[in-house]
């Protein structure tokens, strides 16, 4: 069965450095989303790709916070400088379309900042 | 934009009793609304959904209802099983706007 796949599972970093997650969505998904779920909450959507465009990242803290998908395919998540405030599990997901439509969910990255 | 909110946030059963979680949005324009389920350390998955022109469906133990006039709708488990014991979230979207999650009910089990 198709997963969407993500890498490192856990991250331990200190305040001001850089991090990285990547995701790979299930093949064919058009549609690929980064969400930051904080222990004890929902998921909450971070930004939103169709295909390489970026679609919705009202949401990402753009002064710490990047994402691209430049090939349409896979994607890289980037926070620098992570703060403490970031320690979150990084939930990728992705769909075949925009709309209410089934998103498959990666395993995510735990990430702690120190 | 939409509000979840989601209730009870703990939910404790004995085995083979069934345990009912209810949602409320916001947006009376929503009108995709999935239900997922989410085991310790790992990813959110859909385990039902229903769509603002139905109001019901079931799939074997588990069943949605929505109440389009109250904008409330609620996951239905029934025969409870230990493998059940998870944490639960709601979801509502409209047209190609993102989901909007509740912050999760832990539903335990107790054999």
């Known amino acids: 069965e198709a997963e969407v796949a993500q890498s490192p599972r856990y991250k331990i970093t200190e305040k001001s450095q850089a991090v990285a997650f990547w995701c790979d969505p299930i093949?064919?998904?058009?549609?690929l989303y980064w969400y930051r779920q904080i222990l004890g909450q929902g998921p909450e959507l971070l930004v939103q790709?169709?295909?390489?465009?970026?679609?919705?990242d009202s949401q990402l803290p753009k002064d710490r916070f990047s994402a691209e998908r430049l090939k349409g395919v896979d994607s890289t998540l980037k926070i620098q400088p992570a703060e403490l405030g970031d320690s979150a599990m990084y939930l990728c997901a992705s769909s075949l379309g925009l709309a209410g439509v089934e998103q498959f969910f990666g395993p995510g990255t735990r990430l702690t900042v120190l | 934009g939409e509000n979840v909110e989601q209730h009870p946030s703990t939910l404790s059963v004995q085995e083979g009793d069934s345990a009912v979680i209810k949602c409320t949005y916001s947006?009376?324009?929503?009108?995709?609304f999935p239900w997922y389920k989410q085991e310790l350390g790992k990813g959110p998955q859909l385990i039902i959904d229903i769509r603002s022109n139905v109001g019901e469906k079931k799939d074997q133990r588990i069943a949605v209802t929505l109440n389009k006039t109250a904008k409330h709708f609620s996951l239905h488990i029934t025969e409870t099983q230990p493998e059940d014991s998870a944490v639960y979230f709601c979801?509502?979207?409209?047209?190609?706007?993102?989901?909007?999650f509740g912050k999760g009910t832990r539903l335990s089990v107790i054999a």
């Open positions: 790709f169709q295909d390489e465009s970026v679609v919705d």
């Open positions: 093949s064919g998904h058009a549609t």
């Open positions: 979801a509502a979207s409209k047209g190609n706007t993102p989901l909007v």
């Open positions: 947006d009376s324009a929503s009108n995709y």
